[in-house]
């Protein structure tokens, strides 16, 4: 489905990472959900293929890509129906690397940038707390200055890659403010630093996820990210970053699901015809295309808008909306019209099925994002 945002070299992109896909995910994917992980050494292969960076600048091995180049990649991973893997690499391109990217020092950047390219060292963003998720002004982790160090007490929740990652992008508070916050870089194996439990989830069973624990967390004030007490500016300023991703996600997902949804009811027969000959399924899936196809085109306005410099808050925070409830529609009714099989774990369907609950939820859940619309107008 071409658009007017997208050119030959998107293209091209999208080609290659749907070549990946076949060759290295789609034939493992299975063994990774048992796994409950997606192996370091498939990351570094995309990093080595240049596709973990394309949004950062060329010295540090990344493609100097803009907004839509890397909405088109995010939008072909998620052709995947492995959506563990998908979240994978998209914290570590989209919501965590971007920290480093943006708020960075040179000395920062020349010290762990290259390596996070490259697939060499996996980042993973804690913000979210088992008392504060979209509320992110509402975080307990503190960060109190003792000599030319800081040290960190506290414990996040809901962290992707946070049991595998080996570079952490911590929010924490350093004042008396609401939004007196700054992020901190914390290298795994750092004392104190540990991962607390590894937690099971209905989907993105390929995805690690886990409770991170800061009991005394001492770093040098080296690894202070960005601007002191000025954190809370930096992850919403990532957050629409973020929220494009997860629509490439969901949009993806629906895409999918109708791609095999087609093909299933043009060859299931029930009572002496096929799934396709009925009106009412023929007429569903048709609508649920055609949603699927205006939601993909905001999408890239979204997208295209980033690179005009134009604030978008409003707009991406419908596109979060949106797209999350409209992925767990069509996926639940593609589920449906697969019968029986639909709800069978070895089905693509049901995975996606499973997938998709989440991009309601994960960042920024419908209704934040419906009073981050509301209080726009």
Not at 194 to 217: I, P
């Amino acid at each position: 489905m071409d658009n007017i945002y997208t050119t030959p070299e998107h293209e091209l992109l999208r080609d290659q990472v749907a070549r990946f896909i076949a060759r290295e995910v789609e034939p493992q994917g299975a063994a990774w959900e048992e796994a409950g992980r997606v192996p370091r050494d498939v990351l570094r292969r995309m990093g080595q293929a240049g596709l973990l960076g394309l949004m950062y600048e060329g010295r540090y091995g990344g493609g100097d890509a803009d907004a839509l180049t890397n909405l088109v990649f995010a939008e072909a991973l998620s052709q995947s129906t492995f959506a563990g893997f998908i979240i994978t690499v998209l914290v570590h391109t989209d919501m965590a690397g971007p920290h480093l990217h943006h708020a960075g020092s040179a000395a920062q950047k020349d010290k762990y940038l290259h390596k996070v390219t490259a697939g060499e060292m996996i980042a993973a963003v804690g913000i979210t707390e088992p008392g504060a998720g979209s509320d992110v002004a509402g975080i307990r982790t503190t960060a109190r200055r003792d000599g030319d160090d800081w040290v960190l007490n506290g414990s996040k929740m809901f962290i992707t890659n946070g049991v595998h990652a080996d570079l952490y992008f911590i929010a924490a508070k350093t004042g008396s403010g609401r939004h007196d916050m700054t992020m901190f870089i914390v290298e795994k194996g750092t004392p104190g630093f540990s991962v607390g439990r590894a937690l099971k989830k209905t989907g993105w069973l390929s995805s690690d996820t886990a409770e991170l624990v800061l009991d005394n967390v001492r770093i040098p004030a080296a690894n202070v990210l960005g601007e002191e007490g000025k954190g809370f500016y930096s992850v919403m300023k990532n957050f629409q970053t973020e929220r494009i991703a997860l629509a490439a996600m969901a949009v993806g997902h629906c895409t999918r699901a109708l791609q095999l949804t087609l093909d299933y009811v043009r060859q299931r027969q029930a009572f002496g015809a096929t799934l396709w000959d009925q009106q009412t399924i023929r007429q569903r899936l048709s609508m649920l295309d055609a949603r699927t196809r205006a939601a993909r085109s905001f999408m890239y306005h979204c997208a295209w808008s980033v690179t005009q410099g134009r604030d978008i808050v409003q707009e991406v925070s419908m596109l979060k909306a949106l797209t999350g409830e409209l992925v767990n529609e069509v996926v639940q009714t593609c589920q449906q019209f697969h019968g029986g099989m639909g709800y069978i774990r070895e089905t693509a369907i049901e995975r996606l099925w499973r997938d998709a609950r989440v991009l309601a939820i994960g960042g920024g859940a419908t209704e934040v994002m419906l009073e981050e619309v509301a209080k726009r107008y």
